[in-house]
């Protein structure tokens, strides 16, 4: 068994439809990230600590009642598996949640049936952390954060309003007026996306006539859109000399950004054409910039 930040879930249970909140999801969620997709063979019993539960998810120390009561909802709010020919499957997350007392811990085992779609995976799945999940609040921004991930390396995922609706199961109030769909799900998943996560989304409407009847999401992966930036801004001002802090460096170009989405590795090249390299916060590069623009 594993201990670590990283989910992997086969794409039918990332499409599947279910209606949770987002600490329950992010229950789920944690309880996957304990097993490993690849290796393991069989589902097991695994260890949540609620202390765990408390710093992942942020919610405060003291809420055992909370935890244990949200655990026993989650017995009673099964997912549907969509298949061909109109098929479908339906499951509970898990076959048994135990809650011991005396030492603040869960111990889950998911639901047989659920095995094909998270263990001994090998084509078909999306792998992302957990991290990113843990900030956002709204669950609808968890679910559409999965869908795109899916897509990913395509930059694009098309919905069908209808299709999204029923994916994540949205009140009947957010089918009949788009407008609240739009305001109470997707800006605030395209806000959440694109300020916690891996990813920056934007998202264009397709009418017919005067109705709204599909979604393109675009989608850029942080790093892709922090080198693409740079480089537009340090081609704009290739003329101007950046200077790196006092030395007589100048930035020449921008390889990659590190693990944190908000670093850069940069190249610099002295008046000898020696060519070193540096890590940079992208507002310290975007300042040089500045400055080299206004000189």
Do not use: C
């Not at 997350?93 to 263990?119: M, Q, T």
């Amino acid at each position: 068994m594993k201990k670590s930040m990283i989910v992997t879930q086969d794409f039918n249970l990332i499409n599947a439809k279910y209606k949770l909140t987002s600490l329950e999801m992010k229950f789920i969620l944690n309880a996957i990230s304990h097993l490993d997709s690849k290796t393991d063979v069989a589902l097991q019993e695994y260890e949540i600590k609620v202390s765990e539960l408390e710093e992942k998810m942020q919610i405060g120390k003291g809420q055992h009642t909370r935890l244990k009561q949200f655990a026993k909802r989650l017995m009673s709010k099964p997912l549907v598996i969509d298949k061909d020919n109109n098929d479908f499957e339906v499951y509970n997350w898990f076959s048994r949640i135990r809650y011991v007392n005396n030492e603040a811990k869960f111990l889950v085992r998911f639901e047989e049936g659920l095995k094909p779609y998270l263990l001994e995976l090998k084509e078909r799945f999306v792998t992302y952390n957990l991290k990113y999940i843990l900030p956002m609040a709204s669950m609808y921004s968890v679910r559409i954060y999965q869908l795109l991930k899916e897509y990913e390396k395509l930059k694009k995922r098309y919905f069908m309003i209808e299709e999204l609706q029923e994916m994540l199961q949205v009140p009947k109030s957010y089918k009949k007026k788009f407008n609240d769909f739009k305001k109470k799900v997707l800006d605030v998943a395209v806000k959440e996306i694109n300020e916690h996560t891996d990813i920056n989304i934007s998202i264009e409407e397709k009418k017919d006539g005067r109705k709204v009847v599909q979604l393109i999401f675009r989608i850029t992966k942080v790093e892709d859109k922090n080198i693409e930036d740079a480089k537009i801004n340090l081609q704009r001002f290739k003329k101007k000399k950046i200077y790196y802090s006092n030395e007589n460096r100048i930035i020449s170009n921008v390889i990659k950004s590190t693990e944190n989405k908000n670093y850069l590795v940069v190249q610099m090249v002295d008046e000898d054409y020696n060519v070193t390299t540096a890590e940079f916060h992208i507002t310290q590069l975007e300042k040089m910039i500045e400055y080299a623009q206004g000189k």
